[in-house]
C-alpha cells in the first residue's frame, strides 16, 4: 500500500514539474545540464507506463521530436558528450512507434497517421539540418575524432528514422486497403446502412488476425487483452 502511494505522489510532482516547465519555455526542451531534466525524463517514462494504445503513439511520437531538439541544441553548443545516449533513446522511441503503427486501426487511425506524418517531416527538416551542420563544421577545421562522431549519430538517427518512415508508409497503405474494402462492401449491399457495412468487414479484418485485443479509444493492438505492452 506504501509503495503505491509513493509511486502516485512521485508521478504527481513529475507532472507537476513537467507544467512549471511548461509555463517557463514551452517551446524550448530541456538540456542534460539543466537541473530539472531528470525529473522531465522521469515524467516521460511514467506517461509511458500509464499510456495504452494512442497515448502511447503519440508520446512516443513526442519524444522522438524532443530528442532530436535537444540533440540539435547541443550540437549547435558544442557539448557531443549526451549524443550517443540521446540517439538511442531516439532510435528506441521511432521503434516502438513502428511496431504500435503496424497494430493500430480504428475511428482515430487516420488522425493519428496524420500526426505522426507531419511530426516525420519535421524530424526530416532537423536531420537535414544536422547534415549540414557537420559538413560546415568540417570545412572548419573541426577535428576528426569530433566529426566522425557526428557523423555516426546521424546515420544512426538516418536509419532509425528510415524503418520509421517504411512503418509509416505501410500503415497507410493498409488504411487504404482496409477503407477501400469498406466503400466496396457498402457499394456491393445496397440495402446495407454504410455503419453495418463497415461493421461486416471490420469482422473479416479481425478474423484475419491472431486474436487482437480491446483497448481503450476504440484503437486495436495486436497481443494485447487489457495489460501492460
Keep these: 500500500m506504501f509503495k503505491k502511494i509513493t509511486v502516485i505522489l512521485s508521478v504527481i510532482l513529475l507532472l507537476l514539474a513537467g507544467a512549471v516547465l511548461a509555463q517557463a519555455n514551452p517551446t524550448l526542451p530541456l538540456l542534460p545540464e539543466n537541473d530539472l531534466y531528470e525529473a522531465g525524463r522521469g515524467l516521460e517514462t511514467a506517461q509511458l507506463e500509464m499510456a495504452r494504445g494512442l497515448d502511447q503513439v503519440l508520446i512516443h511520437n513526442q519524444s522522438a521530436d524532443r530528442k532530436l531538439q535537444v540533440i540539435k541544441r547541443l550540437i549547435e553548443r558544442g557539448n557531443t558528450e549526451h549524443i550517443p545516449g540521446l540517439t538511442a533513446e531516439y532510435e528506441g522511441h521511432e521503434g516502438e512507434l513502428g511496431q504500435l503503427l503496424a497494430g493500430l486501426e480504428g475511428p482515430a487511425f487516420e ?56 512503418a509509416l ?61
Design 111 to 166: 488522425s493519428i497517421l496524420e500526426r505522426v506524418g507531419t511530426a516525420l517531416a519535421n524530424r526530416l527538416a532537423r536531420l537535414e539540418a544536422f547534415e549540414t551542420f557537420i559538413t560546415e563544421k568540417e570545412e572548419a577545421g573541426l577535428p576528426s575524432e569530433a566529426i566522425a562522431g557526428m557523423q555516426r549519430a546521424l546515420a544512426n538517427q538516418q536509419a532509425a528514422f528510415g524503418k520509421m518512415q517504411a
Design 169 to 229: 508508409t505501410k500503415a497507410q497503405n493498409g488504411f487504404t486497403y482496409a477503407l477501400e474494402r469498406r466503400n466496396a462492401a457498402a457499394a456491393n449491399r445496397p440495402g446495407l446502412p454504410v455503419q453495418a457495412a463497415q461493421g461486416v468487414t471490420e469482422q473479416e479484418e479481425e478474423e484475419d488476425q491472431d486474436g487482437p485485443g480491446q483497448i481503450p479509444g476504440n484503437v486495436t493492438l495486436p497481443g494485447q487483452a487489457g495489460g501492460r505492452p
